[in-house]
């Protein structure tokens, strides 16, 4: 038997409708998470997970050992962030405003209602805050300012 030295994992989707338009995910990857960036705008959509577990890393000769699939889960995504939400939900809990993302092509921060567990509403801390528009952690966007509050 070959020994496996590595596993190559990646998120595939596809859109409900139309479930033969595989996109493969690759954007940071991880054993425990991965986001997905750019899916259509409030849409059905299907998931899985598949793992390629190869005998050594690609870049060293590395071949394909087994390959693993899971079964295709449904979602949906959220709605277009239109003018008025967007500049709503710019802020942080601390009252920064939070420009462009420095992982990805997001060009602005947007607040989502979920936090890292799940729930709405549950954040420990601002890494557990996630931007709407592209899934990073608010702290991965640019600080562009604070609001000032006015007095009457």
């Known amino acids: 038997p070959v020994p496996a030295r590595t596993v190559d994992y990646r998120v595939e989707w596809a859109p409900k409708l139309a479930p033969e338009q595989v996109t493969v995910s ?3 990857e991880t ?3 991965a986001r997905v960036h750019d899916l259509p705008v409030d849409t ?5 997970l598949t793992a390629r577990v190869l005998t050594d890393a690609l870049e060293q000769g590395g071949e394909t050992f087994a390959e693993l699939s899971s079964c295709w889960e449904e979602a949906e995504t959220g709605p277009e962030i ?5 500049s709503n939900l710019c802020l942080d809990p601390l ?4 420009g462009r993302c420095m992982d990805c092509q997001c ?3 947007v607040m989502s209602e979920y936090g890292d567990m799940g729930g709405p509403g ?3 801390s601002l890494e557990d805050m996630y931007c709407r528009r592209c899934s990073c952690s608010c702290t991965r966007h640019f600080i562009i ?4 509050y006015r007095r009457p």
Do not use: H, S, Y
């Open 95 to 98: 009252a920064n405003f939070r």
């Open 122 to 124: 549950f954040r420990d």
């Open 31 to 33: 054993m425990l998470m």
């Open 107 to 109: 060009r602005g921060f």
């Open 44 to 48: 059905d959509v299907l998931f899985r």
């Open 26 to 28: 690759r954007q940071r």
């Open 145 to 148: 300012g604070e609001f000032q």
């Open 82 to 86: 239109d003018e008025i939400t967007e």
